[in-house]
């Protein structure tokens, strides 16, 4: 429901009274109120397109063959990066998911934005930003050994459950992280 996400409303359709406000939803549900939102707004197609912190729908409308190809000028990562970077940081501070879990969330989110740096974003002026905070996240999925024989005989410190001080710490780096892309918002 864009309309009810300060980063997204300006580009979703327009609010659907019988729809609410609600972001929280499980996926088969999110499917259904987009497919719901779709035919109520005339979409002839529906698609949906995975993203880091969850999945989007978009809602296609007058669809036409084009002979030309138009460019794409991206607008700004910085709501990507911001959101990956909240969510990230909620896990952490919430310390209910097992370390291989939190392991994979820092990963993924900076391989994310390291496609983002080589893709989209490769000719523009956010490249070495986004370069940097890809590096960053991947670094500090580092600091999260997942409990296995090799890491335990190499002596890593490897907990299946999040320690208070690497939170704190890991929080601390997502705070910095944020502070710096929060300057661009």
Known sequence: ???ADPLLSAVGIARLEEMGDSLVVDQATAR???LRAAEATGAEFVAGVEAPHGEHYLAIRSVRASLTVAPVTPGSPVGLV????????????????PTDVLR??????????LIQS?????DTEWVGRLQRAGR???????????????????????????????????????????DEWGAFA
Request: aromatic share 6%; charged share 25%; no cysteine.
């Open 32 to 34: 259904e109120l987009a």
């Open 136 to 178: 960053v996240l991947t670094q500090l999925a580092g600091r999260l050994v997942p409990p296995t024989f090799s890491a335990i005989a190499a002596g890593r410190q490897a907990d299946e459950w999040l320690a208070q001080s690497v939170a704190v710490d890991l929080i601390d780096a997502i705070r910095l992280l944020e």
């Open 118 to 122: 080589e893709g989209a974003y490769r």
């Open 1 to 3: 429901m864009a309309w």
């Open 82 to 97: 911001l959101r990956g970077l909240a969510d990230l940081r909620r896990s952490v501070s919430q310390r209910d998911e």
């Open 104 to 113: 994979a969330r820092f990963l993924s989110l900076g391989k994310t934005i």
